[in-house]
């Protein structure tokens, strides 16, 4: 049958320019779950954005969440990246830059290993928003509250980014 997807919401504190609330799909077969919430937590950018090895920014995914893009490894080799250095969380965005409306699903790769920490699922043009935010104000991460619970904000107080439809 079809399954609806179940979503995730997130929001950005700062950047000012990208303080909207957005919304990730969890991984469906690996990943751990979101236990604590995050009332302020760095979103860092991980570098190489790829995050397939070795990252150059590693120590400043310790205890944070990382902000991965799609493409190179699977999404459990990323998860997996994340995890050893120390991140609590990851975000893997689409690597298609115009995606606002279609979720990929992320399954377990054919290696049998796992991760332990929540991967979620970002549309393309959230990501790149995202991470062209911080480029232009010079900034290493991004600072979110995660999880959101969208059903305790008023509709109006709700924002949302104005180039995705909900």
Known sequence: GLRIHEYLYFQVLSPGDIRYIFTATPAKDFGGVFNTRYDQIHLVPADPPEACGELNNGVFIQDQI???????????SKTRVIQEHGGRAVIIADNAYDNDSFYIEMIQ????????????????????MIRRSLEQHGLPWAVISIPVNITSIPTYEMMQPPWTFW
């Open 66 to 76: 990382a902000l991965v893009e799609r493409g190179a490894c699977s999404f459990l």
């Open 109 to 128: 790769d054919s290696t049998r290993r796992t991760a332990d920490i929540p991967a979620l699922f970002l549309l393309g043009r959230d990501g790149y």
